[in-house]
């Protein structure tokens, strides 16, 4: 059995609750296409900050993989 944090967190942006700003913001980004390489996330103890890491993470890892090819990587590094 999941503990309960498990069970209930949300797994897309879409289902987030009660954090409409931070919510946009990330949407905004994702749309945009472009990802900065530090999120500073911050607030007080069970305001969701995990989740919107996780969501960010698997969401943005997407876009990422997308805008930089494995063939390019070379040319920024």
């Known amino acids: 059995m999941l503990p309960l944090f498990e069970q209930y967190r949300p797994k897309r942006i879409e289902d987030v609750v009660g954090q409409d ?9 994702a749309k945009r296409g472009f990802v900065g ?3 500073w996330i911050t607030g007080k ?9 996780r969501i960010m993470s698997d969401q943005f890892r997407n876009v990422t993989l997308v805008a930089f090819p494995r063939d390019r990587w070379a040319s920024y590094v």
Request: glycine share 10%.
């Open 21 to 29: 700003e931070a919510v946009k913001t990330l949407q905004f980004i």
């Open 45 to 53: 103890s069970g305001t969701g900050k995990t989740t919107l890491a």
């Open 37 to 39: 390489r530090v999120f």
